[in-house]
């Protein structure tokens, strides 16, 4: 381990410099929001849509309006259906005044009626890119994932599909054919990945609610860079067919996520609701919380990997963990695992040993067009590659790790099964745990080459499979977005939502891009 951070330490000794440059460029933020349909929540957006207090294409057509508006800065719309999103808005408006059918029963049937959805595009979307950023293909999708089936039939509107790395395979959003996607609340940063663009849509006011999926903080990341919330549910209470990549593995669906990234808290079981797959899923997103019931326990260090968190992500812990602590009535107890202090090899090992990982070494869909890593390795520093380093090097590295002995892949296994065991124990029914979403706000492009350590506070929930909330909690010193991540034991959703929830009453959660002020 101490080799791995002597080496990470290195590449920023080495790289970092270059990499800062970004710094010297002029900063630029978002325009301020003018209209305020973009400040109300998809809940009330969607109360107002039935009531027939504002037509569903005023809001369509607003939130069109700004994507236009921000896209130049942030560039994070691979492809949209503008046209068409503001036709069905119109068919949408004409059956509310034409049905005789009561607010109750639209509310139940098509709780997302009018509403704009915008979407990853690794998530299929009939007849949009499906080409997930490799440059040497151009497909489009044939047909709906499930979740994007079930937000259709609850009534909601596919805007576009955004930007990712390719095949999703880095935390900071490029690739050759969009390029890279900007932080809403500096334009010389990264807004994370592989969910970049989701993030930065929302998090600059042009989305209200987002479809994105999570292997290793893709969710989380962005979502933390970008202000916004983000929730990678339970394992399997949510359809991941129809996504690009997945892997014929058995044990994907209990690492990878599709999951939802929201403004306001307030719509996340809203939007959770609608792509369950499961009543069980259904029920528990929609539980009712006594936040005084819930037992609380913080940590803020995963071991020597990753670095340690700035002062300001320290303080906004602290400042949440006396707010807890005042209304539980009880202390918020600090807690310490050992096994966690390797959860960056664990982490790391398990992902990589996943089996049958769609990429440009293995392509299903055309076994002819797959590459030779060697030999695509070779094209890359001679210029000649259309792939990106983080794609090429993902094959390299899963390369090195299945061929490392079995004991060590059972050893990573034992491991998790102990710190899966010692968190349930913790947590029971009735406890979450708070701690860093990532080790500061966001970094300058490619600043991921020596922070790809620093993903441990996300990863390692992934490899155990538990739901997490990541939630805004104030500006650094930068004037960036920071946050924090609550995490529970599977099938607890509820706890960490409500909790996300009460985070942003007493703090604000998500705030437009033009906002000054520290927490």
């Known amino acids: 381990m101490r080799v ?61 309006e700004r994507c236009k508006k921000v896209n130049p800065l942030i560039n994070a719309i ?158 399997n209470w949510i359809s991941i067919e129809g996504h690009k990549p997945s892997a014929n593995d058995e044990n994907w669906s209990t690492f990878f996520s599709i999951g939802s990234m929201v403004r306001y808290a307030t719509d996340l079981p809203l939007l959770l609701t609608v792509i369950s797959q499961s009543d069980e899923a259904r029920i528990t997103f929609n539980k009712k919380v006594n936040l005084s019931d819930i037992k609380y326990f913080y940590m803020d260090n995963c071991g020597p990997i990753p670095d340690s968190i700035t002062t300001d992500v320290q303080n906004v812990i602290y400042k949440l963990k006396r707010h807890l602590e005042v209304i539980s009535g009880a202390r918020v107890e600090k807690v310490n695992f050992k096994d966690m202090k390797r959860s960056f090899e664990m982490s790391s090992i398990i992902l990589l040993s996943i089996k049958d990982v769609y990429s440009m070494f293995n392509r299903w869909d055309n076994p002819k067009k797959s590459k030779s890593l060697f030999m695509e390795i070779l094209r890359y520093i001679s210029f000649m590659s259309s792939h990106t380093f983080p794609a090429i090097f993902f094959g390299l590295f899963k390369n090195i790790v299945e061929n490392f002995p079995v004991s060590t892949y059972n050893e990573m296994i034992e491991l998790r099964t102990r710190l899966r065991k010692q968190l349930e124990a913790l947590l029971s029914n009735d406890g979450v745990l708070i701690c860093p979403s990532f080790t500061s706000s966001a970094y300058y492009p490619h600043e991921c080459l020596y922070n790809i350590s620093n993903i441990t506070f996300m990863m390692i929930f992934n490899v155990l499979g538990f739901p997490v909330t990541q939630c805004p909690l104030g500006f650094d010193k930068n004037q960036l977005p920071i946050g924090v991540q609550i995490v529970a034991n599977p099938g607890c959703d509820h706890l960490t939502i409500a909790v996300a929830q009460e985070i942003e009453r007493k703090f604000g959660g998500w705030r437009e891009p033009q906002t000054r002020g520290v927490v």
């Open 78 to 235: 691979v492809e949209d259906r503008f046209d068409a999103a503001i036709q069905e808005a119109r068919e949408i408006d004409n059956f509310l005044q034409s049905t005789i059918i009561d607010e109750t029963k639209i509310a139940n049937e098509k709780p997302l009626l009018g509403l704009p959805i915008t979407i990853k595009e690794s998530i299929a979307v009939q007849g949009m890119s499906y080409s997930v950023g490799m440059k040497d293909v151009s497909l489009r999708a044939t047909e709906d994932a499930d979740v994007v089936k079930r937000i259709r039939k609850a009534g909601g509107i596919p805007l576009l599909v955004s930007n990712t790395p390719e095949l999703c395979m880095w935390w900071h959003t490029f690739n050759n054919i969009t390029g890279i996607t900007r932080n809403p609340y500096d334009t010389r940063r990264t807004a994370g990945g592989s969910s970049g663009g989701e993030a930065a849509l929302l998090g600059s006011g042009a989305s209200i609610l987002g479809l994105a999926s999570d292997i290793g903080g893709s969710v989380r990341l962005p979502a933390m860079f970008c202000g916004i919330f983000g929730h990678k549910p339970t394992p």
């Open 4 to 64: 791995i951070k002597y080496f990470f330490f290195f590449l920023r000794c080495l790289l970092g410099p270059f990499f800062k440059l970004q710094g010297l460029k002029k900063r630029l933020r978002c325009p301020p929001i003018e209209n305020q349909i973009l400040l109300l929540s998809a809940t009330e957006i969607a109360q107002k849509i039935r009531k027939r207090e504002i037509s569903s294409e005023e809001v369509i057509v607003t939130y069109v």
